[in-house]
């Protein structure tokens, strides 16, 4: 006790003491007379002594409230005595050195860094000047000066930039005084104007007398001396200068001579001190050439391979890669223009725009590179170490969001004329008809007529006089197939996610018994039958072979003629005919079929039923709605641009889900460095290059190599994308991919054929001309790739595959004509390596799971042949025509009356509508497959399923831009447009399917039946999870500088309801990236053309991610089929849950659905225009900084797992639904 008594005494006598010393100290400079200079010394050498010794001491000096700075401050401005001054810079040079930058931001916020540059002014007029002072008061003003955001503003104005330099040009042998002279040099030139100015005064030469080759003397100067020569030179004047004198040979010297010394690499921060000045000097393109012409690629290359084994060198690995990546010579695309390789002529030319100016271009013009794609102002490259997140945020403004509350409050405009809008009243059949003719009293379907009765697939009865089949070819457009005794079977064994009610049970089990005993012996060779047949399929006679149906746990095919002839004496060679044949109408080709036959061990796995079972039980519907004459006879009718005769065997095939989980793939240390080095690798040893075309859709007589170890390809089939292909080396290719029509970018989306492989090799991919500066493959996502030889063997899925995947910004140009008058823009390679698993097979490569048009058409005459007319309310229309001429569908589902009795009738009419679309942009596939998930769920006979029908009448668009789907665009329809952005001015020759989906809600709008929900699928390439864009004028303002209580708006806060509904019930949804803000640059869209024209308060756009999730019960995994269905079945379950919440009974939302505050508004949300609004903008920046976009800004992510999505409701809340839709979809 008394030692802790005696310690405590002992710390308030120190105490007592500093502030004694301080109080006196404080007395001499308030004293007017002059005090002996004694007397100051040896205050401030007591305070010196003791800040020397205690932090405590310390501390009490820069505490909140002390005068202690202000008192040792005023002392130095007042003193005269140069001892004094010397013990005053010495206390604090200890107050700055320890406590982080805070106590030198006390010292800066006191003034002191003016009173120093004062006290450095006085003392450069000593002649000579007192070096104890200099190296004193230097060593100070390079602690402070970097906290100081105006000190080089204040240097240059007190005249200091020169002292500081003089001193060191006259001291070059002092290496004690010239180390903090060099030091705040380097913090001066951080200015611009500093830099400039130091550089005309010989700075830059100074430097170069400074450093030099290898030597164990003064490395901490050389250090100095490199960072500061690296600052300068980040000046375009300083960095001509330098090259003018040839200093980047000088360097390049240098470095390698430190390379080769530092063998224990002791010196590392040397060694990068020379490439940061390397990479200073090559922002401009004079540097870039000297590098160039020094060899400095081949000495940066060698050098960096060196460093590759020892892990910490990793900074000049990185560095050296970034510095090569910058100065390897641009180079144009080897393409004969950048519009794509199709034509096709518009109806109108627009007047404006980019088509506009695509139409005005010169035939002779070279839109391919031009002279502007390599000047000074590209490359410059953000040094992401050294930002100040402060700084960043200051500047930050949200330019993006719509501030004028005039266009935010929503205002119904019809835009058209009331008599215009009665053309789609033909659409609305359901709102005229009275069922009168119909006897819809019992809910139970009535037996079916035979076979040889039925003239086409059931159809519901619509308004009118026409006959069903009549009507149904007319909605169509195509020939109607006669329904065999093999589609009354299939009615019969219908799969469990479409399980209709049947009325005659025991007969159906009964014969359900009898098909699985002639499945059982037409399963063991079905897979030798096909690689046995399949070569020889002729498509002139598509009867009813092929079809997939399930029967709960095993697929069973009814194979055609063709198929069961057993002798074939050999394989079927590789020939682009293969598979085709000769018929009426429109001829249709198989691509090439693997010639290897089945192997025997694989054979039998097939064969077996415990494989086919465990593969089915995991899913027993997904082929269910698959046919494959269905399909061929769909594709022919189908019109693309150029004329496609060939069908892609995953869209014949058909595709499940396969029985496994897929991660998220890690991303291996160092990918992107070694695959940056391979390419750099081109032009260092450019005699290792093959450089040979092998598929050109450019030149028609390109012919495809005939030697055995080339890979060959091709993409002429619906939906395919791939121009062309280079070899590079013998397992390397380059490829591009064809722009949009009527485009000269938008690279992203491919999907081609791939044959004549090897197993046992990994061929490397690079898909070398993508826009987009990040790609979620730089965060775990693998392309997909389906084989035909896996197909066979009863394994027909896309699966993920690839490794050292990453993408990255490379060599090649874009020209200002292609990014939209930017200059100097690079594209962007994807990069991905591939073993095969069998010899000679074909595989199909695609950036998402390919959903073809033909596939839409299949699927909705399959939903339709399949439903139960009694219970639902099915009806196919035509929107009307594409540009290209394909009809784009109309579905409107809802449940039949209860009867036909009056209230029946009426409760049918004044059911709310909900309006959904999907796959306004093409290379958004899993928009489709969300899509499909939704019409199956509400053409299945589930309780959940029958009541949502009950509760709403859906009008679907599937498909809003069928054009480009067809035609493998990315982004735009046959206009060359966005389709989504021309929502608020649709141009019905150029846009008709936008035109027209605007025309049926602004009609909706007139007939007082807005929908209560209108929802726009999409996918998203950049963020993970499925998550939602809404609308709303307070959110939106909250996110701006006005405030929102100001605004006098009453919102209801509904908005929210759904988005929240289905944070609870889907595993894949994220509320917590949701978004509810309206920006300037989505005006055109439909989300927000629907809420401010039309006046859907409940406007979405649902986004699913390309990649995977990473929170919930999916966190880890890459997206498949099997998650988006179930997305686009959890969407109903929502809106059932919704129809409750709104229901008359429900007056007042939970509270906790509209929490607002809580989870969006005090987030961390930015607006990053002209992308989508987001919250965390994509991902946390991998372990391996290397620069792959300097025209990214990308944030730190933080994580945040809100709504995890292993939510359970209680049985109250929902069982019926929730249980059936967790029956229906197996996880």
Known sequence: ????????????????????????????????????????????????????????????????????????????????????????????????????????????????????????????????????????????????????????????????????????????????????????????????????????????????????????????????????????????????????????????????????????????????????????????????????????????????????????????????????????????????????????????????????????????????????????????????????????????????????????????????????????????????????????????????????????????????????????????????????????????????????????????????????????????????????????????????????????????????????????????????????????????????????????????????????????????????????????????????????????????????PPPFKEPILERPYGVQRTKIAQDIERLIHQNDIIDRVVYDLDNSSCSVPEEGDILKFNSKFESGNLRKVIQIRKNEYDLILNSDINSNHYHQWFYFEVSGMKTGIGYRFNIINCEKSNSQFNYGMQPLMYSVQEALNARPWWSRVGTDICYYKNHFSRSSIAAGGQKGKSYYTITFTVSFPHKDDVCYFAYHYPYTYSTLKMHLQKLESMHNPQQIYFREDVLCETLAGNSCPLVTITAMPESNYYEHVCQFRNRPYVFLSARVHPGETNASWVMKGTLEYLMSSSPAAQSLRESYIFKIVPMLNPDGVINGNHRCSLSGEDLNRQWQNPNPDLHPTIYHAKGLLQYMATIKHLPLVYCDYHGHSRKKNVFMYGCSIKETMWHTNVSAASCDVIEDLGYRALPKILSQTAPAFCMSSCSFVVEKSKESTARVVVWREIGVQRSYTMESTLCGCDQGKYKGLQIGTRELEEMGAKFCVGLLRLKRLTSPLEHNLPSSLLDIENELIESSCKVTSPTTYVLDEDEPRFLEEVDYSAESNDEQDVESVDNAGDYEPSIQEDALSDSEATRTHLP
Not at 634 to 651: C, G, H, Q, R, W
């Open 1 to 656: 006790m008394n030692k802790v008594k005696t310690t405590s005494e002992k710390s308030l006598a120190n105490n007592s003491r500093i502030v004694a010393l301080l109080t006196q100290l404080e007395k001499i400079n308030s004293e007017s007379l002059l005090v002996e200079a004694d007397t100051a010394r040896y205050v401030t050498s007591k305070i010196l002594h003791l800040a020397q010794s205690q932090e405590k001491t310390r501390k009490e000096m820069t505490a909140k409230g002390s005068t202690g700075v202000e008192v040792i401050l005023s002392t130095l401005e007042n003193t005269r005595d140069l001892q004094t001054t010397l013990n005053i810079l010495s206390i604090l040079i200890e107050l700055v050195s320890v406590g982080g930058g805070r106590r030198a931001c006390i010292l800066v916020s006191k003034g002191g860094t003016q009173t120093l540059l004062q006290l450095l002014l006085g003392a450069s007029k000593d002649s000579p000047p007192n070096e104890e002072l200099m190296v004193q008061l230097h060593s100070l003003l390079a602690k402070i000066g970097p906290k100081d955001k105006k000190f080089g503003v204040k240097a240059r104005i007190n005249g200091a930039l020169n002292i500081s330099l003089n001193l060191v040009k006259q001291n070059l042998q002092n290496h004690r005084l010239i180390l903090p002279c060099l030091q705040v040099l380097r913090v001066y030139s951080t200015n611009s104007v500093n830099a400039v100015s130091l550089g005309k005064n010989g700075v830059v030469e100074l430097m170069f007398k400074i450093i030099g080759p290898f030597s164990k003397k003064n490395t901490g100067l050389m250090k100095v001396a490199l960072d500061t020569l690296a600052a300068l030179l980040k000046s375009k004047t300083n960095a001509r200068r330098a090259v003018d004198r040839g200093y980047v040979q000088v360097l390049l010297t240098i470095y390698v001579d430190w390379h080769r010394h530092d063998s224990r690499h002791r010196h590392m921060l040397i060694r990068k001190g020379i490439l940061q000045c390397i990479k200073s000097v090559t922002n401009i393109k004079l540097g870039r050439k000297a590098f160039i012409d020094a060899n400095g690629m081949k000495i940066l290359y060698n050098t960096s391979q060196d460093c590759l084994a020892v892990r910490t060198l990793d900074p000049l690995v990185n560095t050296s890669s970034l510095i090569m990546r910058k100065c390897f010579p641009k180079n144009r695309l080897p393409l004969p223009t950048i519009k794509s390789a199709f034509h096709f002529q518009l109806p109108v030319i627009p007047t404006s725009g980019p088509v506009a100016q695509l139409y005005s271009l010169p035939p002779e013009v070279d839109d391919v590179v031009d002279e502007s794609d390599d000047n000074d102002d590209i490359e410059t490259e953000t040094e992401t170490e050294n930002e100040n997140e402060d700084d960043k945020d200051q500047h930050f403004k949200n330019d993006d969001i719509e501030t004028d509350i005039d266009k935010l409050k929503p205002k119904q405009e019809l835009g058209r004329p009331i008599e215009e809008l009665k053309i789609y009243e033909q659409f609305f059949p359901e709102l005229a008809e009275n069922f009168q003719e119909y006897d819809l009293v019992s809910k139970e379907p009535k037996p079916f007529a035979s076979a040889t009765n039925l003239g086409g697939p059931i159809v519901v009865p619509t308004a009118g006089e026409e006959h069903p089949a009549e009507a149904n070819q007319s909605v169509k457009g195509i020939a109607v197939k006669d329904l065999s005794s093999l589609q009354m079977e299939e009615y019969n064994k219908r799969p469990c996610f479409l399980d209709l009610p049947k009325k005659d049970h025991n007969k159906d089990s009964l014969q359900l018994q009898n098909d699985q005993k002639k499945l059982l012996s037409s399963c063991q060779c079905l897979s030798q039958e096909i690689v046995k047949g399949l070569d020889r399929i002729t498509l002139q006679n598509t009867s009813k072979n092929e079809q997939y149906y399930s029967t709960g746990c095993l697929i069973k095919k009814e194979s055609k003629t063709s198929l069961t002839t057993p002798t074939c004496n050999k394989p079927c060679q590789h020939v682009s005919s293969c598979g085709s044949g000769l018929f009426e109408g429109p001829s249709v080709q198989l691509g090439k079929l693997c010639c290897t036959g089945v192997d025997p061990e694989e054979e039998e796995d097939s064969s077996s039923h415990s494989s086919g079972e465990q593969v089915l039980l995991e899913v027993p519907d997904m082929l269910a709605l698959h046919d494959p004459d269905l399909y061929i006879e769909i594709v022919k009718n189908t019109k693309s641009v150029p004329e496609y005769s060939e069908v892609a065997y995953p869209d014949y095939f058909g595709h499940i």
